[in-house]
């Protein structure tokens, strides 16, 4: 089973990205204090933990998840294409996979030849719309629901 490992948000674009044990995520802000959370296609990012410790191996490197800049790090998913639409269920909250992350040129910033990393195999994660409000918490059960 799919679990939540961690949660992070960032204050201000740009700012550091800040690690809580859990938080409450809205169709309307995302993950609420997130600078991002604003409705649409990339309201919250989610990444594989299993996908990140691929990206750090291929670099040789061990870089903290919150060098990605996502929301939430999953361990037990690897992410695809075939999950675009599909619907996730997070704590009390639903979140449907609307995209790929991709990885920006600021990756190569925190460490070099991330962005390459993090390219294949969907490593850079998925970006969601939430659904249904709720409240997640670090430990909580990962499930697709459809």
Request: overall charge positive.
């Given at each position: 089973m799919a679990t939540l490992n961690a949660i992070a948000f960032r204050r201000q674009a740009k700012g550091p990205m800040l690690e809580i044990a859990s938080v409450a995520i809205s169709r309307e802000?995302?993950?609420v204090p997130d600078t991002r959370g604003k409705?649409?296609?990339?309201q919250i990012t989610l990444l594989s933990l299993q996908s990140w410790q691929d990206a750090c191996a291929e670099l040789g490197a061990e870089l903290?998840?919150?060098?990605?800049?996502?929301n939430l790090l999953i361990d037990g998913l690897r992410?695809?294409?075939?999950?675009?639409?599909?619907?996730?269920r997070v704590g009390d909250v639903e979140l449907q996979i609307m995209l790929e992350t991709d990885?920006?040129?600021?990756?190569d910033a925190q460490h070099g030849g991330l962005t390459a990393a993090l390219i294949p195999h969907w490593r850079g994660g998925v970006c969601c719309r939430v659904l249904r409000d709720g409240t997640v918490r670090t430990g909580d059960a990962v499930v697709f629901i459809r």
């Open positions: 802000a995302g993950v409705p649409g296609r990339r903290p998840w919150t060098v990605r800049r996502a992410f695809s294409a075939a999950d675009v639409g599909r619907v996730l990885p920006c040129p600021r990756m």
